[in-house]
């Protein structure tokens, strides 16, 4: 299988462009299961969050299989709960306790709500002791990342928004691209809607490169410089979204993707009854 390409973040660290996601897998078991699957496949990103409560799995997943440290790039995320400088700073010591590890590799904001300044803050403190090597947000619309870079000592290095087929962020990619932040996607498969893996573009052009619409459309990411997680519990699926570094499309193909943007979003943040419920979502008393 063709080794997967990396991307140097604005602090030129470097970092996998494709990695293993475990949202939606609370069950701690089937979470070390697959990340041990994902690990083995050659997986060297896993991305967890607080919020997903599977963090004590992905630490165990990561001592079953013994790979060295330096060889792993381990994400995790602030909960909405425990933005603030110093709750951030106890959440992150709680996320780092439950993953077994004495640092991180990325950490970021999950979403922008609550106290996100003080929680950055706390970020840069982390991220200047040596705790983590990089530090960025998630689910920021330019707005808000355009702010907070204004208003910060340092810019976030990453940005994981949701970024599939249907839904492809060009303007709040560059945006980013002006601020020197990483795009990194989640929902890759656009979680399964929009009838994503029989789609008659997708697959088209899968046939001519002898891959599914699902490898279509993470390569389709990456090209464009996005960093994908796409997430499975089965093991061939987890081994198939891993096989898609052997393979360019051409710039027709390119376009014609182009032109499924528009077609579907999965979350709001800009919308109240989302605000609401995000924030009502509690981890710990």
Not at 2 to 27: C, H, I, R, Y
Not at 230 to 252: C, G, M, T, Y
Request: hydrophobic fraction near 40%; glycine fraction near 8%; aromatic fraction near 8%.
């Amino acid at each position: 299988m063709t080794a997967v390409q990396s991307v140097t973040l604005s602090n030129s660290v470097e970092m996998p462009l494709e990695g293993f996601g475990v949202f939606q897998v609370p069950d701690l078991a089937e979470c070390q299961q697959a990340t041990e699957w994902a690990l083995e496949a050659g997986y060297r990103l896993i991305d967890t969050a607080a919020v997903y409560g599977n963090e004590e799995a992905v630490g165990a997943a990561l001592k079953a299989v013994g790979l060295p440290r330096d060889e792993i790039f381990v994400t995790t995320k602030l909960w909405v709960q425990d933005m603030g400088q110093e709750s951030g700073k106890r959440a992150f010591a709680t996320s780092l306790a439950k993953l077994g590890l004495d640092h991180l590799d990325l950490y970021l904001i999950h979403q922008p709500f609550n106290d996100y300044y003080g929680a950055w803050r706390a970020l840069e403190e982390l991220y200047d002791q040596g705790a983590v090597r990089a530090i960025g947000v998630s689910n920021f619309y330019p707005d808000r990342l355009v702010d907070l870079a204004l208003n910060s000592r340092i810019t976030p290095m990453v940005n994981q928004v949701e970024c599939h087929p249907f839904h492809q962020q060009t303007q709040a990619m560059a945006t980013m691209a002006e601020l020197g932040v990483h795009t990194q996607a989640w929902g890759p498969f656009a979680e399964g809607q929009n009838g994503i893996f029989t789609n008659p573009v997708l697959t088209d052009i899968g046939a001519a490169h002898g891959k599914s619409a699902a490898q279509v459309a993470l390569r389709w990411n990456t090209q464009r410089g996005v960093s994908v997680l796409p997430k499975s519990v089965h093991r061939e699926r987890i081994e198939a979204n891993l096989d898609v570094w052997d393979f360019e499309l051409n710039d027709q193909e390119m376009t014609s993707i182009a032109g499924l943007d528009g077609q579907l979003r999965i979350a709001d943040h800009h919308a109240v009854e989302m605000v609401r419920r995000i924030n009502g979502i509690r981890i710990h008393d």
